[in-house]
């Protein structure tokens, strides 16, 4: 159980084998990953109102911003958040579910599709394109839900 | 009062005279400012357990990704995050004391200053020099310590 929390959180973190800083308590871990979890779903906001509703005036430079953070945050090893004593069923305030330590290849492909398309979400970003912006926000945003399908309880 | 913590918004937005999202309620400003703070506390630490501390090996790919997710989030806009009733005398479960709004000075002052220094820290952490990226990693958290002394309560 422990080793394959471990090979999850490794494929998370997108190449970082070795754990970023000296391991986090449960608790702290499930703060920072919710942190940056909402911290992106402040700028995909951002990105939904300019870019495919319309509700705020299209501003390239925020955008560009907004999609510089997501990416950013998508690559910054968050896999080291998820310890495998990190699931609901041993510890409070997360609705990880506990196949997230068990699906492992499910893991690696949610993971890596949510950091290639926010990858491209940046790219996409920098060149001021509204429309191909919007169609890359909904690329992410399926990204997102594939893991809350998979692994969020409700 | 109004216009003066529009104002120091705008200045901590750095270059952002437009709200990028519909207005947010003040308690989802609060939380989104404060997942930001938290999650580049998060890649703080990592660049303080490697690079300054030495506890956790040296590894210059996680310390570039870290500080990448610092300056991304520091070039945001979240002055767009503090509105004028969203300081401790009018709101709840923050610790912002109500002259941020009103030392419009100070407050770009701090405010560009951790820019300045969260984007330096991103060009030193791309050399992989650890020497160097230590000495960044304090001048970035005294830019942190600046604002909390001015404008977070104990």
């Given at each position: 159980m422990k080793k394959t929390g471990v090979i999850a959180a490794a494929i998370l973190a997108t190449s970082f084998a070795m754990p970023a800083a000296a391991q986090l308590s449960v608790e702290d871990q499930i703060e920072a990953r919710q942190a940056g979890y909402q911290f992106m779903a402040w700028n995909m906001g951002k990105i939904k109102a300019q870019a495919?509703?319309?509700?705020v005036e299209f501003n390239a430079d925020q955008m560009k911003a907004a999609a510089n953070a997501i990416a950013a945050i998508a690559n910054s090893g968050m896999g080291a958040l998820y310890s495998p004593d990190s699931a609901m069923d041993k510890?409070?305030?997360?609705?990880?579910?506990?196949?997230?330590?068990?699906?492992?290849?499910?893991?690696r492909e949610v993971g890596t599709n949510f950091v290639r398309e926010a990858n491209k979400l940046q790219e996409v970003a920098a060149t001021?394109?509204?429309?191909?912006?919007?169609r890359q926000f909904s690329a992410v945003g399926q990204t997102c839900k594939a893991c809350h399908d998979n692994f969020r309880a409700d």
């Amino acid at each position: 159980m422990k080793k394959t929390g471990v090979i999850a959180a490794a494929i998370l973190a997108t190449s970082f084998a070795m754990p970023a800083a000296a391991q986090l308590s449960v608790e702290d871990q499930i703060e920072a990953r919710q942190a940056g979890y909402q911290f992106m779903a402040w700028n995909m906001g951002k990105i939904k109102a300019q870019a495919v509703d319309g509700d705020v005036e299209f501003n390239a430079d925020q955008m560009k911003a907004a999609a510089n953070a997501i990416a950013a945050i998508a690559n910054s090893g968050m896999g080291a958040l998820y310890s495998p004593d990190s699931a609901m069923d041993k510890a409070e305030n997360t609705r990880l579910k506990p196949e997230f330590f068990q699906q492992t290849d499910k893991v690696r492909e949610v993971g890596t599709n949510f950091v290639r398309e926010a990858n491209k979400l940046q790219e996409v970003a920098a060149t001021g394109d509204r429309g191909a912006l919007a169609r890359q926000f909904s690329a992410v945003g399926q990204t997102c839900k594939a893991c809350h399908d998979n692994f969020r309880a409700d």
